[in-house]
């Protein structure tokens, strides 16, 4: 098999160094047979990616660069129209996996397909996830059997947020990435994952859940997924695109009233705070019921 991860490069050499090990750790506890393919999408066209010989030296490693500076899910879809892998891993620079993650998702692939006349996996992979906090804790991102049953549920995304923290920690199949994921952009940076996980659950792609931490998730001044406002701005963009795709009409609409109630909530006053919740009571309840019975943090799922 072979597996293509596709990481959008911007201003990123702080990381580069990391990465790069992290890549060669994976592609070392591949079994004889597989291979992999990394592909480094560089979005900051005046800036040198600044590789050592590690990654120069293997010929299905690559570095292409966009003419401009055209975002996070741009940078995706380049990326992935230049990999040829069976799976993909949608990674971002600032992030890391396990040394054998791949390796172990290519088991369950094989462990899914068993016993199918089925090539490949045609499911969303999805391993646990460990969060940093700003005290440097490492803690689960999925920490109930109640939040690992919600990954591949349509309503939860829909009336509580995704469900995902980061692309980076599912595999998937790259055939069954839809189309108009590949055709309508988001150019607001945020949300190109939630709509590819919105596009994917809506056409009855399953979701499979392993329970092995094998993806990281860094604090660092860049994550997106910490600055609502923008994530906002980016969702409803993909609201947009969705209304025009056949996405089904009962989640459209309780995803824009989702959208718009939580980011009016953030910005109101005690009192406003009340009265939107009053207003959206089955949303309101919805959502401190998933709070309980996750155990997350407020404030991440939008």
Known sequence: MKVSVITPFYNGNAYIRDYEE???????SLMPGDVLEVILV????????????????????????????????????????????DYVIFLDQDDTLEEDAIARWLVLARELIKGTDQRLCYQVMVA???LEQKNGELVPWYRTEYHKRQIGRLK????????????????????????EWLTHVVTENGADD??????????????????????????????????TEQTDLSTQQCITYLSDSGFSEWALNLLSRQTQ??????????????????????????????????????????
């Open 22 to 28: 992290m890549m060669a750790a994976n592609e070392r």
């Open 42 to 85: 560089n979005d900051s066209p005046g800036v040198a990616v600044g590789l050592s010989g590690i990654y120069a030296s293997r010929p299905n490693w690559r570095v292409i660069t966009n003419q401009k500076n055209v975002g996070i899910h741009a940078s995706r879809i380049h990326g992935l129209s230049e990999s040829s892998g």
């Open 128 to 130: 646990n996830a460990l």
């Open 156 to 179: 939860t995304y829909v009336t509580v947020g995704t469900q995902i923290m980061s692309p980076g920690h599912c595999m998937m199949a790259r055939e069954i990435i839809p189309r």
């Open 194 to 227: 939630y709509y590819l996980w919105l596009l994917l659950l809506d056409k009855g792609i399953d979701f499979t859940y392993m329970d092995e931490p094998l993806y990281y998730h860094h604090r660092t001044g860049d994550n997106l997924s910490q600055d």
């Open 261 to 302: 109630y939580k980011a009016a909530f953030r910005r109101g006053s005690i009192f406003q705070k009340i009265w939107l919740s009053v207003a959206n009571f089955d949303l309101a309840f919805t959502n401190f019921w998933f709070k309980l019975r996750t155990h997350t943090p407020p404030g991440f799922n939008r």
